[in-house]
């Protein structure tokens, strides 16, 4: 059995090793492993996107390209940059001014919301702006997300028809770093939810996504553009691992940073371990427009009405509970099958992720109201309260 082999099928902090970890981080990327990159900058390939505009357009460069993208991704570094994937960078200063005046709007509205990996309010946030965006400024819109590279880099990884979200991140001098983490799915849950999963389904969160980020200003390294750790990406228990303090300091000890130019984009696989940095600068106002890029997969066959299966449940489940008809096991079975027992998609404007890495799940609010006893009104109140936390 190999080290990144769990005995019991599951990854917990006791799976995690550092020297296996570390045994990882030190490869090194060679540039005859790759037929279309420019250059190499520790570990992570450059490509000039001013190189690959016209083969981007032809069906077979196209998916060489392509394949070299997602074995960087997948079996290599883990991270890609995109020198230039925007000729024309009037379309990112356009958005620049629509996305400042939204988070004036929002900080006047709200005081400011919560942040994952960071301090409430220690960064301008704007969720969801990529609908955002498109409502308010659509023509805006479209000159962004009409780039071939960008469309090119997510087909890569997740094929066609994936799914588009965006929220920008704008981090000023004297911005804190976040901590070292991996992404969606489960980097986003807790460590005890996390290590529920088997080892596949670890396997698996990784390819269900894409994490990318477009530069709307020069980043200078003391602006604190994204710290990344090569080669994080391939330990099968990081889900586990970027938790404990003795990988977060070995994070800290090995990471890199690239400094990026306005119409850089820079991409890499959600399990790769990395962190937005410190804003050190005197004067720039780093902003990101950054991209989680959903499969198409990653869809129920059919649509279910939970919240009306969860208002008829309520009751009974009351009342086989005080009959001692049902165990807590069998009434955690019977919601799990009724309720939506995932946090996401929802609306983090009106349903952030307070006390935690995400909001809470209609399963989890099922079971709370049990515990409590609410009646079903006030259950039916509740779901309702939810819903709408959660609509666009």
Request: charged fraction near 20%; include cysteine; charge should be negative.
């Amino acid at each position: 059995m190999d080290a990144q082999t769990p005995m019991n099928g599951y990854f917990d902090a006791q799976s995690c090793r550092l020297e296996d970890f570390k045994a990882l981080l030190d490869q090194k990327l060679s540039s005859s492993d790759l037929n279309y990159t420019d250059t190499i900058e520790q570990n992570i390939p450059i490509y000039d996107v001013s190189n690959l505009r016209g083969m981007l357009g032809e069906t077979s460069a196209r998916r060489q390209i392509m394949a070299e993208w997602a074995s960087v991704l997948k079996d290599r570094s883990g991270v890609l940059v995109l020198k230039g994937a925007y000729d024309d960078t009037a379309p990112l200063d356009a958005a620049t001014e629509v996305f400042l005046s939204i988070i004036e709007r929002e900080k006047t509205k709200s005081g400011g919301g919560a942040d994952h990996f960071a301090k409430a309010g220690a960064n301008d946030r704007i969720w969801n702006s990529l609908q955002k965006l498109c409502l308010e400024a659509p023509d805006v819109f479209a000159r962004c997300f009409g780039n071939a590279a960008i469309d090119a880099v997510c087909e890569a990884w997740l094929g066609p028809n994936y799914q588009m979200t965006a929220q920008v991140n704008l981090v000023r001098p004297g911005g804190e770093a976040q901590q070292a983490h991996r992404d969606y799915h489960l980097g986003f849950q807790t460590a005890d939810i996390s290590a529920s999963y088997p080892a596949h389904v670890h396997d698996l969160s990784p390819v269900m996504t894409l994490q990318g980020g477009i530069a709307h200003a020069d980043m200078p390294v003391e602006s604190g553009p994204t710290k990344l750790l090569p080669f994080s990406q391939l330990y099968r228990a990081g889900y586990a691992a970027w938790r404990l303090d003795e990988f977060r300091a070995c994070f800290e000890e090995r990471y890199v940073q690239l400094p990026l130019q306005k119409g850089d984009a820079i991409f890499f696989n959600p399990a790769l371990f990395h962190a937005a940095g410190a804003n050190r600068s005197e004067n720039v106002q780093r902003m990101v427009n950054l991209l989680q890029v959903s499969s198409a997969f990653g869809r129920a066959m059919e649509s279910i009405d939970r919240t009306g299966m969860c208002k008829a449940l309520y009751p009974a489940i009351q009342s086989l509970k005080a009959a001692g008809t049902l165990s807590d096991t069998e009434i955690e079975a019977a919601v799990s099958s009724c309720a939506e027992g995932y946090s996401f998609p929802t609306n983090l404007d009106r349903d952030p992720p307070v006390g935690g890495l995400a909001p809470e799940t209609q399963k989890q609010l099922f079971l709370r109201a049990l515990t409590a006893n609410w009646t079903a009104d006030e259950f039916a109140e509740g779901l309702e309260a939810q819903n709408q936390r959660r609509l666009a």
